[in-house]
């Protein structure tokens, strides 16, 4: 079965830092891979997906991440994280009729 | 556009009752997908329909059942409520089978 395993439950970032946020996956074939972000009062909200192709993905509000099949790995990337992305992240595989299967979230913090 | 829209928001039951959460996908969207977000936890699969079947299923109990009309919104039903119940369910949308999905805000049911 797929899986996706975040290492990090809480990650605390200054803000104006770069963020980088760890998932690694689980399945033989290239997965589907996602990034959703859930605050609070706005529900889940899509980021970025991989499905095939270029392995570096660009997504909303500056994210960005690099499927890495040697290291069965998929992490979130930004440059310069604001106050606003303080959040719950997902990271995410699977769909169709098997439903998407998430990790269990990383919470980002900012520090002023 | 209205997005995802669920409802109730917030439900409080106690245990043994049953219980029934609504959902009105984006329009256009032909496939409802259902979520449950135990506090702490990423979202879980549930159900899957799409075209008024379904087409997926998760690891949930008979309990749990739900249907999608031809308008293409949608019911979760869960008869005798345990209070493992608890959490948020959340309602997904997407256009086809597969595909990015649209989430709603969530219903959030307590369970006492």
């Known amino acids: 079965a797929q899986s996706v395993t975040q290492p990090d439950i809480h990650i605390t970032v200054s803000e104006g830092a770069s963020l980088e946020l760890r998932c690694n996956y689980s399945y033989g074939a290239t997965p589907y891979l996602f990034w959703y972000v859930q605050s609070p009062g706005q529900g889940l909200q899509l980021l970025l997906k991989y499905f095939s192709g270029d392995t570096l993905v660009q997504g909303i509000k500056g994210f960005e991440a690099e499927f890495k099949r040697s290291q069965s790995s998929f992490n979130l990337r930004k440059p310069s994280v604001h106050w606003s992305d303080a959040a719950e992240y997902f990271c995410?595989?699977?769909?169709?009729?098997?439903?998407?299967?998430f990790g269990k979230g990383t919470h980002l913090i900012i520090q002023p | 556009d209205a997005g995802v829209t669920q409802s109730p928001t917030h439900l409080i039951k106690t245990r043994g009752q049953h219980v029934t959460l609504r959902c009105s996908p984006i329009?256009?969207?032909?496939?409802v997908s259902w979520y449950q977000q135990v506090l702490g936890q990423g979202p879980q699969f549930i159900f899957q329909y799409y075209e008024k079947e379904e087409r997926g299923r998760g690891n949930f109990p008979d309990r749990f059942s739900a249907r999608q009309f031809p308008n293409y919104s949608s019911e979760l039903n869960v008869n005798a409520l345990l209070l493992g119940d608890s959490a948020l369910y959340l309602c997904?949308?997407?256009?086809?089978?597969?595909?990015?999905?649209?989430f709603g805000e969530g219903s959030r049911l307590t369970v006492l």
């Open positions: 997904a949308s997407s256009f086809e089978n597969t595909g990015e999905l649209f």
């Open positions: 329009s256009g969207h032909k496939s």
């Open positions: 995410v595989t699977g769909g169709g009729a098997d439903g998407l299967t």
